[in-house]
């Protein structure tokens, strides 16, 4: 074969190409060399000379020894403590593990897995400015890809291999939750927002100086709430202690048929009766229960939690703590995703505010007897972690891989103990109807789904922000609200949600019509969805966690006929493929990734026929590689590039 | 007392105790459910997905969905069977499975379950992996292009031999099996070869050293009858030693 190669026969070109098709292990370099390519999303750590590790000033086993201490040398910290590892030293350097696993009684195989799965933590160091441009498709609409490219020029970087200074790396990293912040990049893990070309200069030019990300100028880092319409939810000021009062002067089981009655359902998206689970919670006999905030915002074009943490706190965690009043709990925790690690200060600050006041701590507004507390635990980029048994995971310090279910959370929970796990804006709620009653929340919305909703809207429109709605409200009211006009479609819910294309825009916003976690993603006519359908493609090929075939595989496949497809390359039976290992993942993955990983390709091809039918090939079969490219090499190797060297 | 009762897979009764996943129930009265990262000797894992099976309008894995009373169970509905192969394509091309080329050809699981579920071809575009082999222990060898992530050896390690040999690392389609050794290899580990996590292996992923091809091809334990009948290859393996 390798004689073949340097025959400068065209027959000898058209067996080394035949030889890639049947020669498995010619090919496979190749298939290796364009999947790296194209899926840089991953941050493939091609570092070839070792830097110096930032900032260490201070010994890191000093650090190590009071960093393990804070933690109580407990494994299930594993996370906590890798975390605060990689954002001091840029990585986990090889002295850390082996430290870490012999502290906490671990493999150093279980650490070094734990670091692989989590997108934030690094083995290799990534500099002393490690950043990542949101790449989720509304930035990429804003033109996020062309500044990351830019700053990499400027900075003379290639995307995602650290510079060899040691200074800086230049990455993409899926939805951040600033779609309505201009472009926005995450610099060592805390949000510049508004980035367009003259900051892309100014931030070029700090990391060259090495200014301390301290030191750069404050409005780089400013987010607003960007609220564009209020309903009783936001206008209210609630938080105080008012709800856990109604709860000691009312009773648990009042308080909890109040919430019943209320016809709270969780806001995460999945619907489910918020005073059943923690009824069903109350009831699991244990000796522990614990109360869990998922604030593992990590859904594609959601941003309502943020804000919500950001100017609602007290709020949460009141919800929380009424919560934990009911159910009997003692500790809670607050589950952050990494990305919004610039709001762990305000929110530890807040805590501190409500252990004075006694509204958190030992006996609660002096109830004896009434104890909580709330930690915050941070993410580290993986969105598989809002999945609920996959965040309980990820809280005990292992990789984020979801449970099997049965048994729930709500019985086999965090340390296997009941326990009740909602989302921010559920907490909010619960706090506010416990405070102001039962009407206050039951007159808004439909009879299914009441009280009301907050939208993150983003995307092509004249006021990207949060809107809130009582529930019932139609696709087309908040198009009109936030100026969008020319609209193509709405992508609902998410990557993992639905497309809606204009003949369903008359539809309702609730549990029992469409359903949304929050996530309002706009196209209007000028956009190309498949590249939308690309972007959700990668970007759970990117999130899968790789513990069942469905997803794992299918998803793999699924990303890579969405890209022949998108390239015009892809057949009709390219399209039938697309739809049987879509519908083998909705119904036989793991977990709700996975059942939802092909929602958006599934969506495009049912709702946007005409729109299929024009990328599609003449062909009825086309290869999946490119026949003609793939003799690239030969042609390089035999110095010819005439016609006979060519297919086509 | 156990509580036991009834449940029909595809029109045939037969019961359960109390605790039994459908393919416990199912291995006991000897329906075969088609499956791969399942070993009785071990908690459920649901991984694979090869064991899919439809109750009352949904699909769930037979290895992990506990048994109830009166349920109905689908094992070999077309549209179950046909999710099987793709399943089992997709672990095909994920991988190197060259079977021609195989030590463990005619006794491997993977391959006998495609054979058994009808599986004629690849189907999808291979990934063509570059999964560089492990020879450096003097009694067994890791073939990572074979390894369909079912991580019967990370339990088989962690829960009977207690050395916590190995683990996954990775996430999504970079997933991948390790060993908790200096230098990541299994020669600087304390695997040996007594271990159960050196007889789990449904695949030829992890083989004996010193024992190639002693036992003819046509003579293995798939090539005279159907998995269906002769069962895992695990259960065998521990015949032999």
């Known amino acids: 074969m390798r004689r073949a190669i340097y025959n400068q026969t065209v027959s000898s070109i058209l067996y080394n190409a035949h030889s890639r098709v049947f020669g498995q292990w010619r090919t496979t370099c190749i298939s290796i060399w364009t ?97 990542l441009f949101s790449d989720n498709i509304t930035d990429y609409m804003l033109g996020s890809r062309e500044l990351m490219l830019w700053l990499c020029e400027r900075l003379g970087v290639e995307p995602g291999v650290p510079r060899a200074d040691g200074r800086v790396t230049v990455d993409i990293t899926p939805c951040t939750g600033m779609c309505d912040q201009g472009v926005s990049l995450l610099v060592n893990g805390i949000a510049v927002t508004q980035v367009d070309d003259k900051r892309v200069v100014v ?211 965090y340390r296997n103990r009941p326990t009740v796990v909602n989302n921010v804006e559920t907490f909010t709620a619960a706090a506010k109807i416990a405070s102001l009653g039962v009407d206050w929340f039951r007159d808004m919305g439909t009879v299914q789904s009441s009280g009301t909703r907050l939208l993150s809207v983003s995307g092509d429109c004249a006021r990207p922000g949060i809107y809130e709605y009582p529930f019932g409200i139609t696709v087309q ?72 075939t469905p997803c794992r595989v299918g998803g793999s496949l699924l990303k890579d006929l969405v890209e022949k497809f998108y390239k015009g390359h892809a057949s009709r039976h390219d399209v039938e493929e697309m739809k049987n290992i879509g519908a083998l993942m909705q119904r036989s993955s793991h977990c709700g990734l996975g059942n939802t990983a092909p929602n958006p390709v599934l969506d495009l091809l049912e709702h946007f026929p005409d729109l299929v039918e024009q990328h599609l090939s003449r062909d009825d079969y086309e290869p999946a590689f490119d026949l003609d490219a793939s003799l690239q090499q030969a042609r390089m190797i035999t110095g010819r590039d005439d016609e006979g060297a060519h297919i086509r | 007392m156990t509580y036991s009762g ?143 992530l079912c991580e019967l050896c990370v339990r088989a390690s962690r829960d009977v031999d207690r050395k916590n040999v190995f683990a996954f690392s990775g996430r999504g389609i970079n997933s991948r099996l390790i060993v908790n050794s200096p230098g990541g290899i299994l020669g600087n580990s304390d695997f040996a070869a007594t271990d159960k996590a050196a007889h789990v292996c449904p695949v030829g992923a992890i083989l004996p050293k010193h024992r190639g091809y002693d036992q003819p091809i046509g003579e293995r334990l798939y090539d005279k009858q159907p998995v269906s009948i002769v069962g895992d290859v695990a259960a065998h393996e521990q015949d032999e030693t």
């Open chain 1, 35 to 131: 999947r790296s390519g194209t899926n840089r999303i991953s941050g493939v750590q091609n570092i070839t000379k070792p830097v110096t590790i930032v900032s260490a000033q201070i010994n890191p086993d000093n650090f190590l020894t009071e960093l393990l201490a804070a933690n109580r040398h407990d494994p299930g910290q594993l996370l906590q403590c890798l975390h605060a590892i990689q954002y001091r030293y840029s990585c986990i350097p090889p002295q850390a593990i082996e430290r870490l696993a012999s502290a906490l009684g671990l493999t150093r195989a279980h650490v070094e897995s734990v670091i692989s799965f989590y997108a934030f933590l690094h083995t290799t160091p990534r500099g002393q400015f490690d950043i």
């Open chain 1, 203 to 413: 931030i070029a030019d700090l990391v060259e100086k090495a200014v301390p990300v301290e030191q750069w100028p404050r409005e780089f880092f400013t987010i607003q709430n960007n609220i564009f319409r209020r309903d009783r939810m936001l206008f209210s000021d609630t938080g105080k202690g008012e709800a856990l009062r109604a709860l000691l002067d009312n009773g648990a089981d009042t308080l909890l048929d109040v919430i019943e009655k209320s016809g709270l359902r969780g806001r995460g998206g999945a619907g489910f009766y918020t005073a059943l689970k923690w009824r069903i919670c109350k009831q699991a006999e244990s000796d522990t229960h614990y109360v869990i905030c998922n604030a593992d915002e990590g859904e594609p074009g959601t941003f309502k939690d943020r804000v919500l943490l950001s100017s609602h706190s007290n709020c949460v965690f009141e919800g929380m703590t009424l919560c934990a009043g009911i159910i009997g709990a003692k500790q809670g925790y607050l589950y952050l995703r990494g990305e919004y690690l610039y709001l762990r200060g305000q929110l530890e600050q807040i805590l501190a505010q409500r252990r004075e006041k006694g509204l958190l701590g030992s006996n609660i507004l002096g109830q004896k007897g009434f104890d909580f507390d709330i930690e915050i635990h941070m993410g580290a980029g993986a969105y598989v972690c809002g999945e609920e048994s996959a965040l309980i995971e990820s809280l005990e310090g292992k990789r984020g891989i979801p449970r099997i279910r049965p048994p729930f959370p709500v019985t086999h929970g």
């Open chain 1, 477 to 548: 009211q908040v198009l009109d609200d936030c100026g969008a006009t020319d609209t193509q479609a709405v992508q609902m819910a998410g990557a993992a949600g639905s497309m809606i294309p204009p003949a369903h825009f008359e539809r309702r916003i609730a549990f029992e019509d469409v359903a949304t976690g929050g996530s309002f993603m706009i196209f209007n006519q000028q956009r190309n969805l498949f590249e939308m359908v690309l972007n959700f493609a990668r970007f759970f090929v990117h999130e899968s966690c790789g513990f069942c």
């Open chain 2, 6 to 148: 009834t449940i029909k897979i595809d029109g045939r009764t037969i019961t359960f105790e109390q605790g039994d996943t459908i393919m416990d129930a199912a291995l006991r009265a000897g329906e075969y459910i088609p499956h791969l990262c399942h070993n009785p000797e071990f908690h459920p894992h649901g991984s694979c997905r090869v064991c899919i099976v439809e109750v009352n309008g949904r699909q769930a894995s037979a290895c992990t969905l506990q048994a109830v009373d009166d349920m109905e169970v689908i094992n070999q509905s077309e549209s179950i069977v046909e999710q099987r192969r793709s399943l089992l394509q997709m672990l095909f091309v994920e991988g190197n499975h060259v079977c021609p080329g195989c030590e463990k050809s005619g006794a491997c699981q993977l391959q006998a379950v495609a054979y058994y579920t009808g599986m004629l071809s690849p189907r999808y575009t291979h990934f063509f992996p570059r999964r560089p082999l492990d020879a450096s222990h003097p009694d067994a060898v890791i073939d990572f292009d074979r390894c369909i």
